[in-house]
């Protein structure tokens, strides 16, 4: 069975500082992989997704994230964050054959100035 | 292109009452998938409808059920409600899936929040 672990709930960060958001799945096969973020009472926004290929993917508004089969991981990372990044972040795995997302619990990002 | 809307962006219902959601999908998108997000929580898959049909359920009770119209728009039902059904309720459209291929990208809607009291 499909599973999304983010293991850190809150992260805070000073603007401009980088920012990696840690995101570790479980599947079988291979996944498909993406990050949402939602900012207080709206809905999600797709940042990137991943489906194969180059496992360097770029997303909207600078971030980007690394597939890392050996490690499970589908890491989100930000070189400079701006304060309008605070909001909660959401990784989510699906799979061949289903078109629904299995998701995380979120981390909530927090940026002081 | 007309993003996806939902319908009401809040709601306050008693327990054991029933409430309709609604939901228009995407222009273009013939998918629409209804997903819970409890408080502190990420978004549970309830179910997906295509050609107007569930297709694909998660572990939700039967009292969780939903329409698709011709016109690709959703409504999710939930009766009998309880507590534990207050939440944010999302809706998400994209294209089809194809056979063997894995999921298209959702696009989602602004979530109606429900209160159950």
């Known amino acids: 069975a499909q599973s999304v672990t983010q293991p850190d709930i809150h992260i805070t960060v000073s603007e401009g500082a980088s920012l990696e958001l840690r995101c570790n799945y479980s599947?079988?096969?291979?996944?498909?992989l993406f990050w949402y973020v939602q900012s207080p009472g709206q809905g999600l926004q797709l940042l990137l997704k991943y489906f194969s290929g180059d496992t360097l993917v770029q997303g909207i508004k600078g971030f980007e994230a690394e597939f890392k089969r050996s490690q499970s991981s589908f890491n989100l990372r930000k070189p400079s964050v701006h304060w309008c990044d605070a909001a909660e972040y959401f990784c989510a795995v699906g799979q061949t054959g289903a078109n629904n997302l299995f998701f995380g619990t979120g981390t909530r990002l927090t940026v002081i100035p | 292109e007309t993003g996806v809307t939902q319908s009401p962006t809040h709601l306050i219902k008693t327990r054991g009452q029933q409430v309709t959601l609604r939901c228009s999908s995407q222009s273009g998108h013939n998918t629409v998938s209804w997903y819970q997000q409890a408080l502190g929580q990420g978004p549970q898959f309830i179910f997906q409808?295509?050609?107007?049909?569930?297709?694909g359920r998660g572990n939700f009770p039967p009292r969780f059920s939903g329409l698709q119209f011709p016109n690709y728009s959703s409504e999710l039902n939930v009766n009998a409600l309880e507590l534990d059904d207050s939440a944010l309720y999302l809706c998400?459209?994209?294209?089809?899936?194809?056979?063997?291929?894995?999921?298209?990208?959702?696009?989602f809607g602004p979530g109606t929040r429900l209160l159950v009291l």
């Open positions: 409808y295509y050609r107007e049909e569930e297709n």
């Open positions: 599947y079988g096969a291979t996944p498909y």
């Open positions: 998400a459209s994209s294209l089809e899936q194809g056979a063997g291929m894995g999921p298209k990208t959702q696009y």
